[in-house]
């Protein structure tokens, strides 16, 4: 995949998982930025090689409360 489309899906996903991060945390924007970057979901999705860009924004913010709870789990998806 061409650098330019990588780069507009990560930041949709990015963008779409904040989203849902402030909704399920109450967290404010800068929050839920900061601590989705911190993530070990977020970096493999800046990996294009992961493929973790293939999943939906609420899978990845499943992941990320996963991993926050100790419990990620890097099965494959269908």
């Known amino acids: 995949m061409d650098s330019g489309r990588f780069e507009v899906i990560k930041r949709t996903l990015t963008t779409n998982v904040v989203h849902i991060l402030m909704s399920d945390y109450g967290w404010s924007e800068?929050?839920?930025i900061s601590e989705f970057m911190r993530s070990e979901v977020y970096n493999c999705l800046q990996d294009e090689?992961?493929?973790v860009w293939?999943?939906?924004?609420y899978q990845l913010a499943g992941m990320y409360s996963d991993e926050r709870s100790g419990d990620l789990s890097?099965?494959?998806t269908a």
């Open 49 to 51: 090689e992961t493929k």
């Open 30 to 32: 800068e929050k839920a």
């Open 54 to 57: 293939h999943r939906s924004a």
């Open 74 to 76: 890097w099965q494959e």
